[in-house]
């Protein structure tokens, strides 16, 4: 009988392409996206004025926009994209180690929007409290604020888990890419029948090379 593991198992993602291929795609992306944010933080930190918002334009008593926050949020999409490209060139590279930390990030980023999902259960009102801090200038902000309390923690709990489904097929994807480059690694290769769910497990390919071939059998003579 194959395992849980064994029989999540697949070497392809999006229906058409190679995890090992969407695992690079997946990196370079997230490489991509955290570049644009640290170039709009830098540009941000070089002219402030532009890019800063007061407690006034914020309707609450809270800077947010100062430097230092920026600084931080520059050090973490420094840190992302070091993380997606170790994850870039370890899937290009066929090195396993080098998936990790991207893949402990999805695992993080993934527990962190379950708890959003449960706090709104929890506390539905925070929707309502978020949507009053909004600015006033925020499109739609009356129409959605016009809406019952019920109907918002339906929509927000239901576009959320469309996020958390997506999320957590991207982590099997790069699952499945660990394993498999994890497999390349190894000298035992798995071969999975899937007519009727039998594992068979082929020897090392040393081993094989290694064996001597069997002694043909004595030819027959005329008599």
Same mark, same amino acid.
Not at 194 to 208: F, K
């Given at each position: ?5 064994? /029989? ?6 999006? =229906?058409?392409?190679?995890? /090992? &291929? ?5 990196? $370079?992306?997230? #490489? ?9 933080? *830098? ?15 914020? !309707?609450?008593?809270?800077?947010? #926009? ?19 490209? #170790? ?6 590279? +066929? ?12 695992? *993080?980023? *993934?527990? =962190?929007?379950?708890? $959003?999902?449960?706090?709104? $259960? ?8 978020? +949507? ?12 959605? !604020? ?11 709990? +239901? ?10 097929? =991207? ?7 660990? /394993? ?9 290769? +798995?071969?999975?029948?899937? &007519?009727?769910?039998? &594992? ?15 002694? /043909? ?7």
């Amino acid at each position: 009988m194959l395992s849980p593991w064994d /029989r999540w198992y697949s070497s392809t993602c999006c =229906l058409c392409c190679h995890v /090992r &291929t969407g695992t690079i795609i997946l990196g $370079v992306w997230y #490489m991509l996206i955290n570049a644009v944010v640290l170039i709009i933080l *830098f540009t941000a930190l070089s002219d402030p004025d532009q890019y800063h918002l007061t407690s006034a334009e914020l !309707a609450n008593d809270l800077d947010v #926009m100062d430097d230092a926050n920026m600084c931080i949020a520059s050090a973490i999409s420094l840190l992302m994209i070091l993380i997606c490209g #170790m994850a870039t060139y370890g899937a290009y590279k +066929l090195h396993a180690a080098w998936i990790i930390p991207f893949f402990c990030y999805q695992i *993080f980023d *993934f527990a =962190l929007n379950t708890l $959003v999902a449960v706090s709104i $259960v929890v506390y539905p009102n925070t929707i309502q409290d978020y +949507l009053q801090q909004l600015p006033e200038n925020f499109p739609y902000k009356e129409e959605v !604020a016009a809406l019952s309390s019920f109907c918002l923690v339906l929509i927000v709990l +239901l576009f959320i888990s469309c996020i958390l489904a997506f999320k957590a097929y =991207l982590i099997a994807c790069v699952w499945n890419c660990y /394993r498999y480059v994890c497999g390349r690694g190894s000298s035992e290769v +798995l071969l999975y029948v899937t &007519t009727n769910d039998t &594992t068979v497990l082929l020897p090392p390919y040393d081993d094989s090379v290694g064996v001597p071939p069997k002694q /043909r059998p004595l030819s027959y003579t005329t008599a």
